[in-house]
């Protein structure tokens, strides 16, 4: 099973957003496979054990070396934990975005403590001109990364110091949009990899 680091710095600031938001829908488990513990209401299952079935705030998915787990976590948008990797279901804030309209964007949480996840927000993408209608945030040790527009990308972050981990995200098709830590946007064109690091953002050919 993964190491998990227990001091996630960006969890620190996105606390006060979360304590003071309303949950407007629970994830619910799509598909799980080989080895997968859920830890739900401080009761251990595994993920076939919860198939169909909703994981409130602050559930805890963790996959073993041949565990995947698919979770629709807002309308539209699922996350694939990969194998030796570790989640937490953060919660989803119904106001803290607008459209071109003013009609409110909720915001979905999501900390990712170690390992690798695919997170696909095509099906979010209903509004005009193809705009999203939920915004997926992941919490990582060294910050968070947003998909400003719909698709898939795939973040990985290691286990090690937070002052020293590394968080790595990758397009899957087309060129997205993610935010750094300091709010610096920065373009992750197809077939490169971006890496947070202390000392700045690199890209890095695949």
Same mark, same amino acid.
């Given at each position: 099973?993964?190491?998990? #680091? =227990?001091?996630?710095? #960006? ?7 979360? !304590? !003071?938001? *309303? ?6 488990? #799509?598909?799980?496979?080989? &080895? ?9 299952? =595994? ?11 602050? =559930? ?39 459209? /071109? %309209? %003013?009609?409110?964007?909720p915001?979905?949480?999501? @900390? ?18 193809? /705009? *999203?209608?939920?915004?997926l945030?992941v *919490?990582?040790?060294?910050? @968070?990364? #947003?998909? /400003?527009?719909?698709g898939?990308?795939?973040?990985? &972050? ?18 997205? *949009?993610?935010n ?13 990899? %971006?890496? !947070? ?10």
């Open positions: 099973m993964p190491k998990i #680091s =227990t001091n996630l710095a #960006s969890i620190v600031l996105c606390l006060p957003l979360l !304590f !003071f938001s *309303m949950t407007a829908r629970s994830a619910v488990v #799509s598909t799980s496979a080989g &080895s997968v513990t859920i830890l739900k209401n401080n009761i251990q299952s =595994t993920g076939a054990e919860n198939l169909g079935g909703v994981l409130p705030t602050g =559930t805890i998915l963790t996959t073993g070396g041949d565990g995947k787990v698919l979770v629709e976590v807002a309308p539209g948008i699922t996350i694939e934990l990969q194998p030796e990797t570790q989640i937490t279901i953060g919660e989803t804030i119904p106001d803290r975005g607008q459209d /071109a %309209g %003013g009609n409110p964007i915001e979905t949480y999501v @900390t990712l403590a170690v390992g690798s996840i695919t997170c696909d927000t095509s099906g979010a993408a209903t509004g005009e001109g193809g /705009a *999203m209608t939920t915004s945030v *919490m990582t040790p060294r910050g @968070t990364v #947003s998909p /400003a527009s719909a898939s990308m795939v973040i990985s &972050s290691t286990h090690a110091d937070p002052r020293l981990s590394t968080v790595t995200v990758a397009a899957r098709s087309g060129d997205k *949009m993610v750094t830590t300091g709010d610096q946007q920065v373009i992750i064109p197809e077939g490169l990899v %971006g890496v !947070f690091r202390p000392d700045g953002f690199d890209l890095d050919s695949i």
